[in-house]
Structures are given as structure tokens and as C-alpha cells.
């Protein structure tokens, strides 16, 4: 279910219009057209989903590249099959069903106008009533994903009935009932009064749909947001926030270029314009998205230069515990203080605090996809950083924050459809300042790294992680960047209930950042054996799948010696093709397309976990 807020669905004459003395201006002769025109174009009473119903055109599974709007992270949105009528809603249609015709020029065959967005989901909802089939919208505010009855298209959906063009073929264009009579207010006027055209009139495009473009706006369910905000790649349904509701394709009043806005726009939902008005489409019962998995094409595997027996994994991993210290087994379980509630255009959340280890709480922010419900089981992402704020992507009173972006990964996750933990680092929450929070950890903790605090919280916050009710413990991911992918990279190695993870630049060797710094390791380092390094870490993570991200900053060619120490556990423990890697080769930040790639592979990886 799609929840909305329910004051959208405000109307003037109520959410189901019921009583209302119908306009009466037509002819006997008109009403008889309306009903032939009925009778052969789309009621089609009784009939199921499953079924192609009169008037409508299937859509088959849709993949189409596009970029979020908040992020600029490249994304590749999916639509499950459906169907969709091949004309705009006709007067015809609408006054046979709601008794009424808010049209400004009666005619039958013309596309009904004058409709808000709240007179069209309760045509919607009265058409499926009369033909004995689910509604699809609820008077809470509800969108019921798996109805049978009648709906507005998502914007994705509306997308993919016309095949994506970007851009719009000009021969379309020039074919389209778009406007194209000069730029004078007599001539504008002229056109207003000439109208649409009938909704049988017109090109055709993408999977067959009529008018597609011109003739009058049509309404979408989403609501609008000048930047595209994708809620999830499968089957997005848009923002679940907003104050307007988006309309697609233009109207005859709608130029053929640019500065149209690419056929995107949006209106008051409680209102109606003579340039605006709807197309239906259905949900295809058991429809599901019949896609391979989404490619990661700039991954690639590490191999091992020859076959290898499995390290002693024991012993490394005790050398390396008692080196970087751990604290003292806690007398009394972790508490979770619950701060906040958000809910945002395409995510809910959770603000926490971790209290009952000595010093202060560690903060946390868990993310929700838009539309999740309290026992889903999703895979979940845990994304360590400064802060929890640059990995949401929003201002949550944190010390170090960045509005969405590539670094964003919380959010990234959850539009991907998982769940994400955004934790804060306790280095940068310890104390005001960074060799502050040094002199509190080893009071506090004598003997323990930086580091080593990290990888025994690590353990309490997925302990907690695994019994919450949103949360699959079996596909627990971690997805860190520079001190981030440190913490993935040492947090992983020391708790194997993390199933995958992708860490970005973390410097894999010692020698390629600064690991000696005594936040991270400090004289501690200079313990470890000749030779030792963390490839040793890489062989305590074998097999679960490890993707490491370069840019020839901290990591890059100089990486791979490193990562080929470790490819023969890989291949011993039965996870050849679980080490890879990705150099984006541009610096230390990642672009865009790295973590597009870095999170759809992330996500391929704990979705393929049974």
C-alpha cells in the first residue's frame, strides 16, 4: 500500500462525489453517441485484469536509465508489466460513470477536462464499483498496488507507455497536437477556443498509446517535485510528499521545444484546468519485472595467480583483536533511545541513540524505503561516517553534513528498496575535537584503538540491527567511504553476520593512508608482525563478497597486489569471483557512476542471500 497524506485527497465535493445534479447540457443525440462510444471503447463490465480490456494496450517490462533528481546518481528504474488505455478519457467516458461533465465545450468524443486530480481517483474508484473490481485508492489515502480496478499511471508508468524517448522524435512532435500558431495573445486565445482534439484523433507511440504528447495534459499519481525523485528503482510510485500532483505530455497550447519543461508539469490537486485531463491505466494481476539483475559494468574480479590452501584464519584474526585492543564486555545490554520520526519525499526514518557503553551515546539513523511496512525483511545497508547527516542527505543537527549527493549512500540504499543504518563515527561524536576524543578513548578504554572501539561497537549496533522487525539478518550489508570504508572494511572482518561489502577508498594497504594517525592505530601499528597487512583482513572476510573502490587516490593499480594476496582464500573457501573491484580512476571522491555501480551491486549481492 501507498500511503499519502490524507488532506491530498481534500475536495470540495469530497473524495467520492455522490448527489451532485449532473450538467444537463446535452443533446439526446450526444448522450446516444456517449453510449456507443462506451460500448465500444473501454467499460468492458465484468471483465478482469488478467484479460486485455477494451481500449487498452499492455506495457511490458521497462528498464530505463535516468538520473535522480536530488543525487545526480545515474539510476536504472524498472516497471512490471501493465496495462494502459490507448486514448485519453473521453466526455463520454466520465459523464457515463460520475453523472456529470465539467468539459467547457460538450462533445463527446473530446478528452473530459476541467477534472482535478481528486475527481479523477474518484472516477477511478466509482468505475471499479460499478464493474465488480478492487478498487485501487482508499478514502485514507491509500494506493492498493495490487488492485484490479482502474488508477492513474505512475510517472515511470507513463514513461515507459511511451517507450522513454529522450529526446522526443521530432517527427513524433511534428505529428502531435502541440501548439505552433505564433506568439501573440489574439493568437493564443484563437487556439484556446479551437479545444483538443477527439481522443481517437492522433499519432500514436511507445507501446501504442494515442496523444501522447499534445492535446490536453493528462494526470499521473505522483506527486510533483521539480527535481525527479525516485522513491525506488522497481515500480516507483514517486515522492509520498508534496503539495501538487504531476501531469504529463503537454497540452494543444504546449510548444514543441525545450522550454515546455520536457512535457513534465504539475497542478492543485483540488483543482481543474481546460487544458487538463486524465488517462487510465490497470494493474496486471502477478505481474512481476522479468529483468537479470541490474549490471555493474565497471566491476571486475580479482583472480587468485594460483590455486592456495585456506589461511588460519584463527590465528589472524586473535593477533589482530589483541592488537588493536577491545573494550571490556559490557555488564549490562545496549539501550536504544528512539529521538525522532522523519518522513521524507522518498524515505522514513528513525533517529537513535545507542546508550550504556561509557562515554557518549552513539547516534544512528535508521532509513526506511518509502511505503515499507513493519515486517518486511529487507536487506539493510549499514553505512558508517562523520556523521549520519551527509549519509542521509539531510540536516539532522549533526557536525558535518552534505544535502544529497553521491556520498549519500543511506539514501542511495534505501531508493535501491533496502534498508540503511547511517551510524555516526565515534571518533568525531567522543569529544569537540578529534585528539579530544583520543584522550577520552584511552581513558575510558585503556589500550584500545580507535579502531578497535569501532570494530567492537560494530558488533552492538548489528546485535540490535538483527532483531529489528524491518530487518533481514541474513542480507546485513556495510558500505563505507574513506574513514567510511575503513570502518566497512575492519567492521566486516570482525563479525561474519555481515554478509557483503563495498568500501571506498579505505587505503587497503598501511602504507597508502594514514593508519597511523592515532585516531585509527596510532604506535599500535608498529606491534603487528613483519609483513602483516590487510590483505589479512580481506582473508577473514572470505568468501562474502568484497568490492573494493579506487579512484588512484588511496586505492587504484597499486591496489591490486594487495587485493591478489587475498583471491586464493577467495578461490579456497569456495567465493572465487567474490573479491572485485572498481577504479573509477578521478580522485578520491566517487563519481556518480562508481556509486551507482557500488550500490546495485551491493544490492545484487545480499538479494541473491537465501
Known sequence: MIAVPHYMFRTNKGLLPTGISPIRNWTSSLLTASLLLLGSAAIGFGQTAAKPPVGFVKVETSATTVTEGAS????????????????????????????????????????????????????????????????????????????????????????AAIGNPSPVPEALLKQSNLYRSGNSIAAVRQRADQGPSPV?????????????????????????????????????????????????????LTGERNWNHAFRSSFHPDLGSPFLGMRLARSIPGATISLPPRKTPDVGPINAPSPKVATDTQKIRSLWLSTLGEPQPLTHPIRVQQLETYTEATWTGRLLEFQGAPGVPWRALLMLPAGAGPHTKLPTVIVPFYDVDTSAGKDLGGRRYLPPSPRSMALLAVQQGMAALAIRWSGEAQGVGTLEVVADTERLYPGVTGLGFWAWQSRHVVDWLSDQPEVDPKRIGIFGHSLGGKMALYASAFDSRISAVASSEPGIAFEFTNYQDPWYWGEQLQKLPAGTDQHELLQLIAPRPFLLIGGNDSDGDKSVPVLQKAAGDYTA????????????????????????????WLRNELTAIR
Not at 478492487?134 to 510517472?155: A, D, F
Open 573 to 600: 573457501k569456495g567465493g572465487a569471483g567474490k573479491l572485485v573491484f572498481l577504479n573509477h580512476r578521478t580522485g578520491h571522491s566517487m563519481t556518480p557512476a562508481a556509486v551507482s555501480n557500488a550500490i546495485t
Open 200 to 252: 481517437t484523433e492522433g499519432p500514436t507511440t511507445g507501446s501504442g498509446i494515442r496523444n501522447a504528447f499534445g492535446n490536453v495534459w493528462e494526470w499521473c499519481w505522483d506527486f510533483y517535485h521539480a527535481d525527479r525523485l525516485i522513491d525506488t528503482v522497481d515500480n516507483p510510485a514517486g515522492p509520498q510528499t508534496g503539495w501538487e500532483r504531476l501531469a504529463r505530455g503537454g497540452s494543444f
Open 72 to 159: 545526480s546518481v545515474p539510476m536504472e528504474v524498472r516497471t512490471s508489466p501493465f496495462w494502459i488505455a490507448e486514448n485519453e478519457l473521453s466526455q463520454a467516458e466520465f459523464e457515463q460513470v460520475m453523472g456529470r461533465n465539467p468539459s467547457p465545450t460538450k462533445n463527446a468524443q473530446l478528452p473530459v477536462v476541467n477534472i482535478s486530480w481528486n475527481d479523477a481517483i474518484a472516477y477511478c474508484n466509482r468505475r471499479s464499483d460499478q464493474e465488480k473490481l478492487t478498487r485501487c485508492y482508499g478514502e485514507n489515502g491509500q494506493w492498493n498496488r495490487e488492485c484490479t480496478g482502474y488508477r492513474l499511471p505512475s510517472e515511470a508508468e507513463w514513461l
